[in-house]
Each structure stands twice: as C-alpha cells, then as structure tokens.
C-alpha cells in the first residue's frame, strides 16, 4: 500500500511547474498529505545585483505564497517555503530529506543533449539525488489516456445505442 503524508513541489514558476503543482495538488488530496512548495533562490552574496536582495527575497515570498489558495492552505496545509542555496537540486533533496518528504514532484524543461549538457538540469540531478521517488512533468502535457470518440451515424438519434 502506497502511503504519502508529505509532497513536496519544487517550484521555478515556469509553466512546468505551474503543471507540477496541479499534479502535486491531486496526490496530496487523494492521500490526505501536507503539501509543501518550495522555492530555491540563487545565493545573492558577494554578487553584484541591480536590487536589493531583501526586496528580491520578498518578492518571490509573494509570488510563491500566490501560488497557494485557501483551500490549499486549509485542506492541504499546504506551506509555501524560499530557501536560498547555489545548488537548487541540492537544496530540494536536502529539503525532503530534512522533512520526511514522500513524494517530490517537479516541472521539467525537457532540454535536449546539449543544452543539459551545458546548462545542467535540476531535475535530473533531483531524481538521482532525493531520498524518495521524484515525479518530473513536462510542459506542455501529453495525454496519456485518451477516451474513445463516441461513434455516431448519420441515421442515429442521440443517445440511442448502437
């Protein structure tokens, strides 16, 4: 019997991950777990940035806490969580290793070869990395499962069997 009280949901507020946090949404409804949505911000120290980076820090605050509802919050006590780190896939796994996390679940750009190879991919060192299984999502979705078209004929009264 599969059993998850805690998912967490890596966030880049990309599309995939926008998908991510559906997804995330689900499991946690349909196992009763906590939902955590965790932001990883790149370490601003010793770096030269055009903003404060206490204005920074509160501005993805904001956008992640956006990023939950209500009902999120009530039925999934759901928590929106920033964490500053130079590795995000290190600070994912450490995070769910930290907190018991069950279920990792995350969008995924879907880069080829090259563009991994050079820009390296969070996801992929998420999956070999984390202390439990890692759901990566890909946008935009494929359908999986598609129903069947109902077949109709022309002679055919709505409804009607066939």
Known sequence: MILLKQILVATDFSDASAVALDYG??????FGASLHLLHVMENMFLQSVPADPYQMKAALVKRLTERLTD???ASLHAMAILE????????????ARAHNVDLIVMGTHGRVALERLLAGSVAETVVRTAPCPVLTVKHPE???????A??????QEPGALP
Not at 84 to 95: K, P
Not at 142 to 148: C, L, R, S, T, Y
């Open 25 to 30: 949404r689900a499991f946690a409804r349909t």
């Open 71 to 73: 009902d999120d919050r």
């Open 84 to 95: 500053t780190s130079d590795n995000a896939a290190h600070a994912i796994a450490q995070y």
């Open 142 to 148: 494929h359908e999986f499962v598609v129903p069947d």
């Open 150 to 155: 109902p077949e109709t004929t022309a002679n």
